[in-house]
């Protein structure tokens, strides 16, 4: 669940994920239907490298944000931008990826 405190306006895609109100005005504005697998959050990625980790997939090495965490948001970005986002059901021409940050914190060093 997104904070409002936090994050500002929370904004509900139709699958019941939650995003912040940017994604919900991308949305609108390109009139597109996203999902919350079009959100990644720095939670989702760290979520999705543990998950590997525990399962084997990086054969007892060290996790590390880089390549382990990087590659993930690589990757996912590879993903997504596969994904159809109208009823079309075709891939998208352009993927637009809005990274955010804060001065200071690790994501913008």
Known sequence: TMSPFEHGEVYVLEDGGEADLDLGNYERFLELTLSSGHSLTSGKAYDHVLKRERTGHYLGKTVQIVPHVTDA??????????????????????????LGGTVGDIESA
């Open 73 to 98: 948001v690589q990757d996912w970005i590879a993903d997504t931008a596969r994904k159809p986002v109208d009823s079309s059901g075709l891939r998208p021409e352009i993927c637009l990826v809005e």
